[in-house]
């Protein structure tokens, strides 16, 4: 497997928070990155920030990632561009330091090598003043963390040829991430624009004593937060329109934008009594957690929710789960196809990871995320012999008719799971199957599942005889799968009683 995205060497320039994100998330695209921060303990923040991506990547999906990148430090940063096709500049926000340094890079970079900026507000068109190629400079502004967010708003400046928009764009679609093109270029973009409203407003409801910042945060996270991470703002909004949609909204509830409500024309002090008070508010809310700690919890409640989208829509996702799902599939298709699988043993078709979404409230994995990481294997398993989203969508498919699944130990958060397929047995309509789910370092066997699937005809909804493609790829597996052990519980009825041997 190779990397997914039309680049496979990046650099990136400043390691802190978000060049650490950047780091991760080429990195985990299979993309080489060289990383240049005079930091001292660069390299440490860096592997900091990696783990935590790496864990939850672990978390988020279940399809293989390609090898990971190289992670290579170097000592200047003509060094670090030398080779380079993606640059991407993530040092402290002030003009002076940042066009020093983009000047640095575009001397040393390749001429075709592209130049993004994480900055979260300063124009692109200043940014290019001196540069000797400023067609190839942009805006790239993440969002933290950059490893799971998808977003990265992409602004030209003045000088920016649209060759670079297109390729900028097609490089972050293909890691996963969502490139959206702003028409033209404004300070603080729109992503800030936003929240610089919504944080100026915040901050004068605790310095007036409306509410403390967990009050603030609860108000968000529990209301108007969820709507926004599905839907955003404007289609929220149409909705709360009733069936008269956008246009009754906007006549019902115009009127009160003119109502002296909110505060945002007007700046806060943040004197040292109001950065006092609201630090010590936000030490109490945090709980003693660390910042690490909290990250992790972050991560985890993202992976959630991403994996709470990718399934909505009938399994076809929404929102940044949909772009999930999409970047999924494009995973599968740069792994190639499986004929390289040894078919001369159970078939090693899934792994994946026991998500924070995953477990029940005794503290381990629930129940039908078994059925879901079986269906999955299922799913590996037709793909392997060619009945993959193309044959379905040409109007015949395996429907699994029958299923019996054991449950043998438990399994735990961020354990590794890995699931097997034997075949059981063929014919020309049906598949007989059956998978076994092993966990942790130790592989012990959590969970079997066995089942019928059955070749149907789904424009005619009927079962009909699978083609002869299908079955050519089928036969040899189930002739090899036949010399193998019956498994250990293949036949079984429900409750009934395991044999001495195999207690």
Request: hydrophobic fraction near 45%; proline fraction near 4%; aromatic fraction near 6%.
């Amino acid at each position: 497997m190779t990397s997914l995205a039309p680049i496979s060497r990046a650099a990136c320039i400043g390691g802190g928070v978000i060049g650490g994100g950047w780091v991760a998330r080429f990195l985990l695209a299979g993309i080489d990155v060289k990383v240049f921060d005079p930091h001292p303990e660069a390299e440490r923040i860096v592997a900091e920030v990696l783990a935590n991506a790496e864990r939850a990547y672990g978390l988020l999906t279940s399809v293989p990632l390609p090898p990971r990148g190289r992670l290579t430090f170097c000592a200047s940063v003509g060094e670090a561009v030398a080779d380079a096709e993606w640059i991407q500049e993530s040092v402290p926000e002030r003009l002076d330091l940042k066009r020093r340094v983009l000047a640095e890079i575009d001397a040393a970079a390749p001429a075709d090598a592209l130049i993004g900026s994480s900055t979260s507000g300063l124009l692109p068109s200043d940014l290019q003043e001196g540069l000797g190629h400023p067609e190839r400079l942009f805006v790239a502004h993440p969002y933290n963390p950059v490893y799971l967010l998808p977003l990265a708003e992409i602004v030209g400046g003045k000088a920016t040829s649209a060759a670079t928009i297109a390729r900028a764009k097609d490089a972050l679609d293909a890691i996963g991430m969502k490139g959206v093109v702003i028409a033209r270029e404004i300070e603080a973009f729109v992503g800030d624009r936003l929240l610089e409203a919504l944080w100026r407003e915040a901050l004068w409801l605790i310095k007036d004593d409306i509410c403390d910042v967990e009050t603030l945060d609860d108000v968000i996270r529990y209301s108007f937060g969820l709507r926004w991470a599905q839907m955003g703002l404007f289609q929220t909004y149409r909705i709360a329109g009733g069936e008269a949609g956008m246009r009754h909204f906007l006549a019902q509830f115009g009127p009160c934008l003119q109502w002296p409500w909110t505060k945002l024309t007007d700046v806060v002090d943040l004197d040292e009594a109001l950065v006092e008070k609201i630090g010590a508010q936000s030490d109490a809310q945090a709980k003693g957690l660390s910042i690490r700690q909290l990250e992790r919890i972050r991560d985890e409640n993202l992976v959630g929710i991403l994996q709470a989208l990718k399934a909505g829509q009938g399994g076809e996702g929404w929102g940044a789960g949909k772009l999930l799902a999409e970047f999924e599939q494009r995973l599968r298709e740069s792994a190639g196809h499986a004929d390289a699988v040894d078919i001369h043993a159970p078939l090693p078709l899934v792994e994946t990871r026991v998500s924070p979404a995953w477990i029940d409230y005794n503290g381990h994995m629930t129940e039908h995320r078994y059925l879901q990481v079986f269906g999955d294997t299922t799913d590996a398993l037709l793909r392997l012999i060619g009945a993959d989203l193309a044959y379905v969508e040409g109007g015949h498919s395996y429907y699994t008719v029958e299923t019996h699944l054991r449950h043998l130990d438990e399994a735990h958060l961020g354990e590794a799971l890995r699931a097997t397929c034997q075949i059981l047995s063929v014919d020309e309509k049906r598949i007989h199957i059956f998978h076994r789910l092993f966990a942790g370092a130790g592989n012990r066997e959590v969970a079997t599942a066995e089942q019928m699937l059955l070749h149907v005809d789904t424009r005619a909804g009927r079962a009909t005889p699978a083609p002869e493609i299908i079955l050519a790829r089928l036969r040899p597996i189930a002739t090899a799968h036949a010399q193998l052990d019956a498994p250990e519980g293949a036949g079984r009825a429900v409750g009934q009683k395991r044999s001495m041997a195999a207690v």
